[in-house]
């Protein structure tokens, strides 16, 4: 199949929100040794001397341990904002298939590639995706005979997790923000040439009206988000990046650049590296492997043309400095042009390699 790799428009809250979720790997690997909240929480009344918590201390508290479960969830909290996980509609075996779950770099692509998909066929039900579509757009070719089933547990994944994230102002803060997803796939079929799949709208967003015309068959607050055009040269080229270089890619594509900056050809994207990183996924233990893995992924991602200060510069920074430091990247403005530079010169390179 000779896939055109079409540029499409993707909800840009869609990527930018909800997505990144899906760059939470092992989320119940360890479900069995997980404390329980209310046993912490107990615990602490011990520890503490005292018959009840603020809702202050109980959020420091468990914001320290970081990772927990409730009778419904699996709780990762990240401080400024949480993120619980719950697979309470599936009606299989749970013994037999959490460990399938898997929600990943991958998990990410491959969403990508379904909304990328619902805009390319006009529809978000009964969407039918080729299985050499999706290893096309992945960059793999059939005879890498282990990605199927990845790709199975990863559909598995978005088809019964459930989502809901809390974001805080910080990580002392009590009142949240509240966004719940529902499950990303409501429905699916694998047959031996495709997968047949419902998506839920809200991941669909301001797509739904563009599709439709119809305000009508729009999500709650949908003319609050924007779309974007995304080129899906980007997936394939994104198959051997680190998790950090991809999601940066994928955030710049979101972005329209500052005013003040940008140029006649390309939009400057200016942001703190700490927001950089957080953006990236980057939450090693120490400063100094956050540091390299964003430098790397700098210069991994090869649809910035420009780094300011550039990276050699960068590079001579203390880490305690970096972090606060702000840089400007620069992308193409011209989707057009981006997305045939990328089918000419990068594309065709990663392919020749296989």
């Keep these: 199949m000779n896939s ?23 989320i119940f690997a360890k479900y069995d040794g ?19 918590l603020t809702t202050e201390q109980e959020r420091e508290y468990l914001t320290q341990i970081g990772e927990y479960r409730t009778d419904d969830f699996v709780v990762r909290d990240y401080g400024n904002y949480l993120i619980k996980f719950t697979l309470s509609r599936y009606n299989g075996s749970l013994k037999d298939d959490l460990q399938r779950v898997s929600l990943n770099k991958l998990g ?3 969403a990508m590639v379904i909304l990328s998909e619902v805009y390319s066929q006009r529809k978000w039900t009964d969407l039918e995706i080729p299985k050499e579509k999706i290893l096309e757009y992945l960059g793999y070719s059939s005879a890498s005979k282990q990605i199927y089933g990845d790709i199975k547990d990863v559909l598995f ?3 019964w997790l459930e989502y809901e994230l809390m974001e805080f102002t910080n990580a002392s803060s009590i009142k949240p923000r509240i966004i719940k997803t529902g499950n990303f796939i409501y429905d699916l079929e694998i ?4 997968y047949i799949m419902d998506i839920n709208k809200k991941f669909v967003g301001t797509i739904v009206y563009v599709l439709t015309r119809d305000k009508s068959t729009l999500p709650a607050n949908a003319f ?3 779309y974007i055009d995304y080129p899906t040269t980007l997936l394939p080229l994104s198959k051997d990046y680190s998790q950090g270089a991809y999601l940066l890619a994928t955030f710049l594509m979101t972005q329209l650049g500052n005013s003040k900056l940008n140029t006649s050809t390309h939009k400057v994207i200016a942001q703190k590296i700490s927001t950089l990183m957080e953006i990236m996924k980057l939450n090693y233990s120490r400063d100094d492997r956050n540091t390299q893995a964003f430098l790397s992924a700098l210069e991994e991602t090869q649809i910035i043309d420009r780094v300011v200060p550039d990276i050699s510069t960068l590079k ?4 305690s400095r970096i972090q606060d430091q ?8 011209d989707i057009k042009l981006l997305d045939s530079e990328i089918k000419s010169n990068l594309l065709v390179t990663k392919m020749e390699k296989k």
């Design 4 to 26: 055109q790799f079409p540029i499409v428009k993707i909800d840009r809250t869609t990527i930018t929100e909800l997505l990144p979720v899906f760059i939470n790997k092992g």
């Design 34 to 52: 997980l404390p329980e909240r209310a046993d912490l929480l107990n615990q602490l009344k011990l520890d503490l001397g005292v018959t009840d």
């Design 108 to 110: 990410h692509r491959i």
């Design 157 to 159: 994944s978005l088809r």
């Design 191 to 194: 047959n031996p040439k495709s």
């Design 224 to 226: 609050e988000r924007l």
């Design 316 to 319: 001579d920074l203390k880490t």
């Design 326 to 333: 702000v840089v400007h990247l620069y992308v193409k403005k």
